[in-house]
């Protein structure tokens, strides 16, 4: 018998990197998948595949933000089973550039994708889960959601409020025997750092005198593709938070994501921002005397 047998869980977020991944693995396991995004062909071709593969998956194309594909993802999970046994809170992208110019409209937007609809949806599935007496909220954050960089305060600050969230939430449903759970993880390989910069360019243009410090930033971050994690490895995380039995409360990875929180438990507030600025090679930017 495979460990999620009977299982409904929804992923959303599910048309590429951890979503999808996380779809695949948790379908292995036995559950029936409810993936959503916005990209129907993708969503196609995954449910396509998990089926091929002998697993149960149905797709439910829409938008995270708007209320009725909200509400259609749920009906499409309570007709399967009558039941939802865990949601994966994966939906999100990545707001960069100097907040100078970020339009405020562009950071509410991205706290909709990545915070309110999250809350929003997350508050449809709680009743189903309390008249169950158990269930699992699975929230995607980031390491971004404990350790905020230059020219990526806006994402950073959507995971920081997901995770205080998340810490809040536990505390209200373990009495109906629901978990949260927060997973953090480090960089992976997938089309958010495409995506992110898409959208940076498309709010924002001509970053001006930010331009050759958002330039050093950005090549230090693409040299560190090299140590890069999969989507599988994070897959793989989330389906240990739904199959153990006392799941913990953070899971991290892959190892670059440990070493780093571990750095920021560790040093001091200022020593460690330091390091943050050199390692994003931003150190001597932020010692050079002002403009006259």
């Known amino acids: 018998m495979k460990k999620l047998d009977g299982q409904v869980v929804i992923v959303t977020g599910a048309s590429s990197g951890i979503g999808e991944a ?14 959503m995004a916005r990209r129907r062909e993708r969503l196609d071709a995954l449910v396509a595949e998990i089926t091929a593969a002998g697993g149960q998956a149905v797709a439910v194309a829409g938008d995270i933000t708007v209320a009725a594909d909200r509400d259609r993802v749920v009906a499409e999970a309570m ?4 039941r939802i046994d865990a949601l994966i809170n994966n939906a999100g992208y990545g707001q960069v550039g100097p907040v100078e110019l970020i339009p405020l409209e562009a950071i509410r937007q991205n706290f909709e994708t990545n915070l309110f609809s999250l809350i929003a949806l997350t508050q449809q599935v709680i009743p189903v ?4 007496r158990r269930g699992r909220i699975i929230n995607i954050s980031s390491v971004a959601g404990r350790i905020a960089r230059p020219f990526s305060s806006v994402y950073d600050a959507t995971k920081h409020a997901l995770e205080a969230i998340s810490d ?7 009495p109906f025997g629901i978990h949260v759970v927060v997973i953090e ?26 331009a050759p410090f958002f330039s050093q930033a950005v090549g230090r971050y693409g040299a560190a593709r090299q140590f890069a994690g999969r989507p599988e490895d994070i897959a793989r ?6 199959t153990t039995r006392r799941p913990r409360t953070r899971y991290a990875a ?4 440990h070493l ?3 750095v920021k438990r560790l040093l001091p507030d200022g020593m460690f921002h330091a390091l943050i600025l050199r390692l994003m090679g931003l150190a001597k930017a932020a010692s050079a005397p002002p403009e006259a």
């Open 22 to 35: 996380a779809a695949r693995e948790i379908a292995r396991e036995g559950a029936c998948v409810v993936v």
């Open 79 to 82: 007709e399967r089973g009558g």
């Open 129 to 132: 889960m309390r008249r169950q």
């Open 168 to 174: 809040g939430l536990r505390g209200e449903l373990a």
């Open 185 to 210: 993880p480090g960089y992976i390989r997938t089309e958010f750092t495409q995506v992110a910069q898409e959208k940076m360019q498309s709010v924002i243009g001509d970053i001006g005198p930010y």
């Open 237 to 242: 995380l989330i389906v240990t938070a739904l």
């Open 254 to 257: 892959p190892g670059h994501a």
């Open 260 to 262: 780093a929180l571990a």
